[in-house]
């Protein structure tokens, strides 16, 4: 069962250019191996004879029909607005005068 040792963390915090305090290395390791320690149980379970799969339920896109429509009017767009002006939404404004 391999466990992270502190030299370990002090050198991965190197290579990634991260000052860790001992409080730091302490956790991560601590946390690290218990990833590590979750990794083999799964390697246990996992036989030869189960493929590797990223979900078990198959999944497969669902793409709809890509049938042209007439898009709405300007009049159409703006017939449910509470307020337009020149063609356009009007809204309140919500930011200060500037």
């Known amino acids: 069962m391999p466990t992270f040792t502190r030299e370990e963390i002090e050198h991965l915090g190197v290579l990634s250019q991260i000052a860790l305090s001992d409080e730091e290395i302490s956790r991560l390791q601590g946390e690290l191996n218990v990833i590590a320690e979750s ?10 004879d ?21 898009p709405l009017t300007q009049e159409e767009a703006l017939s449910g607005a509470p307020k337009s002006e020149s063609g356009m939404f009007v809204a309140p404004r919500i930011l200060g005068e500037e």
């Open 39 to 48: 990794i083999n149980k799964v390697q246990e379970v996992a036989g030869e």
């Open 50 to 70: 189960v493929p590797p799969t990223a979900n078990p339920v198959p999944l497969e896109a669902y793409l709809r029909p890509d049938v042209p429509a007439t």
